[in-house]
C-alpha cells in the first residue's frame, strides 16, 4: 500500500484496473475456491499511521475502499496483542494455489493443451522465419510463438530478462492441527493476515485448522539448507506473534522462489521477439491470471492492451548483476534497518 507509481496519473489509473480486473479473473474461476478478506497489521505505530493514510489515498485515487481497524478493535480480528491496528480489504480473498494450479492445468488440457512436466528449458533460439527451437533436458521443441512466465526461476535460457529478475526465496511452516476453540481464539474471523514490515509474515488458518506461518526467513532461493533453517526462524516468530502455539508441533515447512524486479513492478510485453510476463514480487496469483490471459488474446490476434507492458522495465544500477544474486545478504540486512528505523 502506498507504493509510488512510476508513470503519470493516467497510466496509474490504468494499472490499478488492471489489477483489480485481475483479481476479479480468479473469481470468474470456479475450482478457485477462496477465503474471504485480507487483514493487514500494522507493527509499529507509524505503520498504523501509514495504513490510515494509504486507504484515505486509495478510497479518493481509485474508489476502492479499505477498512481500518483500531488496536482496541483488533482482538475481533486476531488473537495477539502485538500490533498497532490494522486494515481490511473486504474485496479480496485467498485460495489454494495447488488446487488452483491443478484447475488450471485440467481446463488447458480439456482445451487441446499438452502439458509436459519436469521439461527444463536450456537453451532457446532462432530458426528460419518467425520460429523458435526450445532445447530442453526431455528433448526439442518448435514453436511460433512463445511466453517466458518463469517467474523466480528464470534461467540463462533467456538471459536479458533474467539480468532483470531477482530470485527471492519465500517460506512457510504448518502447525498440527488446532482444537477449535484455539483456532477461533488465533483468528475469530478466518482472514488471510500479513504484517506490514518489510521482511514480512504472512499467515492463516487452513480448512483442517493448521496455522499455516510464512514469510521471508531468508532471501536466498529455496534449497534444502534453506528450508530448514527458515523452518526454525519462522517457528521462532510465530510464537511471538501467538505464544499460544508454543507447545505445538510444527509438522510441514516448505518453500519456493519469488521474483522480485528492481522497480517491484510488473512486467509484461516481448523481448527477443518471446512474449514474456514477470515480476509479480509475491502477488502472482492473480496478476500472471490476468497478464496470462490478455498475452494469450494478443498471440490470438485480439486486443494487446496490457496495463503493464509500456512501463520501462529496468535492470540493476550499473549493470552490476548477471541474474545471480550476490547481494541478497545485503538487502536482507538493509530491509532488517528498515523495519527497525520506520
Request: aromatic letters at 12%; proline letters at 4%; charged letters at 20%.
Amino acid at each position: 500500500m502506498g507504493r509510488k507509481f512510476p508513470q503519470r496519473r493516467h497510466g496509474a489509473e490504468r494499472r490499478q484496473t488492471g489489477s483489480s480486473d485481475s483479481c476479479q479473473s480468479i473469481r470468474d474461476r470456479s475450482y478457485a475456491a477462496h477465503v474471504l478478506c485480507i487483514l493487514g497489521v500494522a507493527c509499529k505505530q507509524s505503520h498504523f499511521d501509514s495504513y490510515a493514510r494509504s486507504a484515505e489515498v486509495i478510497a479518493k485515487e481509485f474508489n476502492h475502499q479499505l477498512r481500518i481497524v483500531r488496536r482496541s478493535q483488533l482482538s475481533e480480528e486476531i488473537g495477539s496483542g502485538i500490533y498497532f491496528g490494522g486494515m481490511v480489504d473486504e474485496t479480496s480473498a485467498g485460495l489454494n494455489p495447488a488446487r488452483y494450479v491443478s484447475g488450471l492445468a485440467q481446463s488447458a488440457l480439456r482445451a487441446g493443451a499438452s502439458i509436459y512436466e519436469n521439461a527444463r528449458a536450456l537453451q532457446i533460439t532462432r530458426t528460419s522465419g518467425r520460429d523458435f527451437q526450445v532445447k530442453t533436458n526431455r528433448g526439442d521443441l518448435f514453436a511460433r510463438e512463445i511466453l517466458i512466465a518463469t517467474s523466480g526461476y528464470t534461467s540463462n535460457a533467456t538471459p536479458n530478462l533474467q539480468k532483470k529478475i531477482i530470485p527471492i526465496g519465500s517460506f512457510i511452516i504448518t502447525t498440527e492441527p488446532l482444537r477449535d476453540s484455539l483456532a477461533r481464539e488465533l483468528s475469530p474471523r478466518n482472514r488471510m493476515i500479513y504484517d506490514s514490515k518489510h521482511y514480512l509474515h504472512y499467515y492463516r488458518l487452513t480448512p483442517d485448522n493448521r496455522m499455516l506461518f510464512g514469510g521471508r526467513a531468508a532471501f536466498f532461493p529455496e534449497t534444502e539448507t534453506t528450508i530448514q533453517t527458515s523452518a526454525e526462524i519462522l517457528r521462532r516468530d510465530m510464537i511471538k506473534v501467538f505464544p499460544q502455539l508454543r507447545d505445538t508441533k510444527i509438522e510441514f515447512a516448505w518453500g519456493g522462489t519469488l521474483d522480485f524486479c528492481f522497480d517491484t513492478m510488473p512486467h509484461a510485453g516481448r523481448s527477443d521477439g518471446m512474449y514474456y510476463a514477470l515480476g509479480y514480487a509475491g502477488h502472482g496469483v492473480a496478476m500472471a491470471t490476468y497478464l496470462g490471459t490478455k498475452i494469450a488474446e494478443a498471440i490470438s490476434g485480439g486486443p494487446s492492451d496490457i496495463a503493464f507492458a509500456n512501463i520501462a522495465f529496468p535492470g540493476a544500477p550499473l549493470g552490476l548483476y548477471n541474474g545471480k544474486p550476490w547481494f541478497l545478504p545485503f538487502a536482507g540486512a538493509y530491509y532488517k534497518v528498515l523495519d527497525w528505523i520506520s
